[in-house]
């Protein structure tokens, strides 16, 4: 659940407030795939030599990290920055992939394996569901709140406020000539717009916040595993 809903809410943080397209955001993505795909062989190789469940231990603490580090989010946030939050998140899930789908064939039967496999596609496949599901949902009511919070923040009585609409404002009339009145009007919605960015980007940043506590609850878990050492697989 983690993983996959730490993985769908930065190709949407792009398209959806950076105004990134598909192929953008997905190669936003692309760097990371690659560091997983380089980063499974070595796992492997740690596998025979070093306990499974320190493996999944260390995944879920870089992963932590990784949650924590891309709550650095910023409404100008740029791509190679993207790249970094998305590619120590990925560094974290290459210690997870293969130790995790080993220890769970690791006591069961040769006979039972298609069995296993089907219930352990399943479990992933649904657990990943719900945490798309809940990422996307949080990051809808964490915008709200915020949105609620800092209009608090754009009243007539504040002055803050006050004082940034009337440079806007001159702004406006200096760049186009147009009147006070369509000045102040044209103003008011570049505020509002960028309103709605801060309070979007602090959604975003609760929600990593959220996973990254998950995380560190999970990480602890892991020694509950058996100590053993098993060689090393691919995962499925």
């Known amino acids: 659940a983690v993983l996959y809903g730490s993985a769908v809410i930065i190709p949407q943080l792009a398209q959806q407030q950076l105004g990134y397209t598909a192929t953008l955001a997905g190669l936003v993505l692309s760097p990371g795939a690659l560091l997983?795909?380089?980063?499974?062989?070595?796992?492997?190789?740690?596998?025979?030599?070093?306990?499974?469940?320190?493996?999944?231990?260390?995944g879920f603490i870089m992963l932590t990290m990784a949650l924590i580090y891309a709550r650095t989010l910023t409404p100008d946030i740029d791509y190679l920055t993207l790249v970094k939050l998305r590619s120590a998140q990925s560094l974290a899930i290459g210690f997870l992939f293969v130790p995790?789908?080993?220890?769970?064939?690791?006591?069961?039967?040769?006979?039972?394996?298609?069995?296993a496999s089907a219930l352990f596609t399943m479990f992933r496949n649904v657990a990943?569901?719900?945490?798309?599901?809940?990422?996307?949902?949080?990051?809808?009511?964490?915008?709200?709140?915020w949105m609620a919070h800092l209009s608090a923040h754009?009243?007539?009585?504040?002055?803050?406020?006050?004082?940034?609409?009337?440079?806007?404002?001159?702004?406006?009339?200096?760049?186009?000539?147009?009147?006070?009145a369509h000045a102040m009007q044209t103003a008011n919605g570049h505020l509002y717009e960028t309103f709605v960015s801060q309070a979007t980007i602090l959604a975003y940043i609760d929600v990593f916040g959220i996973?990254?506590?998950?995380?560190?609850?999970?990480?602890?878990l892991a020694l509950l595993f058996s100590p053993s050492k098993a060689a090393g697989s691919g995962g499925h």
């Open 36 to 58: 997983i795909t380089m980063e499974i062989p070595i796992v492997s190789r740690l596998m025979p030599h070093i306990q499974t469940r320190m493996l999944i231990l260390t």
């Open 100 to 115: 995790v789908t080993t220890l769970a064939y690791l006591t069961v039967p040769k006979e039972l394996n298609n069995d």
């Open 128 to 145: 990943g569901s719900i945490g798309i599901s809940v990422s996307t949902a949080l990051i809808r009511e964490r915008s709200q709140a």
């Open 154 to 180: 754009m009243s007539p009585f504040s002055q803050n406020y006050q004082d940034t609409l009337a440079r806007e404002a001159q702004t406006v009339m200096q760049s186009t000539g147009a009147p006070l």
């Open 211 to 220: 996973l990254a506590c998950f995380c560190a609850v999970f990480a602890p």
